[in-house]
């Protein structure tokens, strides 16, 4: 059963990985360049990948990355060759046999790699928002459901008067900061877990409210912060239903789950709360012990 469960999670982490590589290289490419940061960013991430999986692709990849900043200078000629090389890369992947581009789940990891690769540099262009805009406009299942419908009606009110403000593109930088868990102003890569739909001005009442928890909790075990809420009076629900006041999300991610249970939570709120106005609240780990004695 263990062996299974292995091979199960390593094939979901296998396809997470390359259909976020796909793309975080889309993301860096956006613009037409290749900038210092970004290439920083891919290596980082490509190390991190290289410690989930085996691969030949990401490993080479990752080699040529960390040669490139070996001598703390990356030349136009550098920058150059890499660019063909993550368009080599984005074709191999394609050709790998057995990988799934092409499910719901698929779709969710690819977009979490774009706006990863977006914001790689720590500052979004009008090409790069332009780029998203595109994007989101051509995939029809995503921009009407979370997490695509919050940022592609996001991006369209940015657009709507044909201008971008820095503000604008600001307030956009973070969605994406907030969607992936890639808080590089943190030094974090990719790690925690997502706060795009989390209503950050709740007030957080433990007596007789009922919460689900869901995600990764930084304070431990799922278990552990539940006791600690009935402990204060409140109720816990393995699920969410229309009876909950509450959805908790864990401060981390996982490499196992973060678009499969954890997600279809987060929709399932978002539905309730927004489509059929139930009284029900999302908040985040931070919260949620905010409000803890």
């Known amino acids: 059963m263990e062996d299974k469960l292995y091979v199960f999670n390593y094939t979901q982490n296998r396809n997470k990985l390359f259909a976020n590589l796909i793309s975080i290289i889309d993301g860096i490419l956006a613009d037409g360049h290749?900038?210092?940061?970004?290439?920083?960013?891919?290596?980082?991430?490509?190390?991190?990948?290289n410690q989930t999986i085996r691969n030949g692709v990401i490993k080479s990849l990752s080699a040529r990355v960390s040669q490139i900043l070996a001598d703390g200078v990356v030349t136009d000629d550098e920058r150059k060759e890499l660019k063909q090389q993550l368009n080599d890369i984005q074709r191999e992947i394609l050709d790998i046999p057995g990988v799934d581009f092409f499910s719901t789940e698929s779709d969710l990891h690819l977009l979490s790699g774009l706006c990863k690769g977006l914001i790689s540099d720590k500052s979004l262009s009008e090409e790069e928002i332009r780029y998203l805009d595109w994007?989101?406009?051509?995939?029809?299942?995503?921009?009407n459901n979370y997490p695509g419908k919050n940022l592609y009606v996001l991006v369209k009110d940015i657009l709507?008067?044909?201008?971008?403000?820095?503000?604008?593109?600001?307030?956009?930088?973070?969605?994406?900061?907030?969607?992936?868990?890639?808080?590089l102003e943190s030094g974090v890569v990719d790690g925690l877990s997502t706060k795009l739909p989390v209503d950050s001005d709740t007030m957080v009442?433990?007596?007789?409210?009922?919460?689900?928890?869901?995600?990764?909790f930084l304070a431990g075990k799922r278990s552990h912060v539940e006791d600690m809420v009935t402990k204060n009076g409140g109720l816990i629900s393995g699920n969410v239903t229309k009876k909950i006041n509450y959805l908790v999300i864990g401060t981390l991610s996982s490499r196992d789950w973060k678009f499969s249970s954890h997600g279809r939570k987060i929709e399932k709120a978002i539905a309730y709360r927004d489509d059929e106005g139930v009284e029900l609240e999302i908040i985040s780990e931070e919260m949620l012990f905010s409000a803890l004695p």
Request: glycine fraction near 8%; include cysteine.
């Open 34 to 49: 290749v900038r210092d940061e970004e290439v920083l960013y891919l290596d980082t991430w490509l190390l991190e990948a």
């Open 135 to 143: 994007w989101l406009t051509q995939n029809g299942a995503l921009k």
């Open 160 to 183: 709507s008067d044909g201008k971008i403000t820095p503000a604008e593109s600001e307030m956009l930088h973070k969605a994406l900061v907030d969607f992936t868990g890639c808080d």
């Open 205 to 216: 009442v433990l007596e007789g409210s009922t919460f689900c928890l869901t995600g990764v």
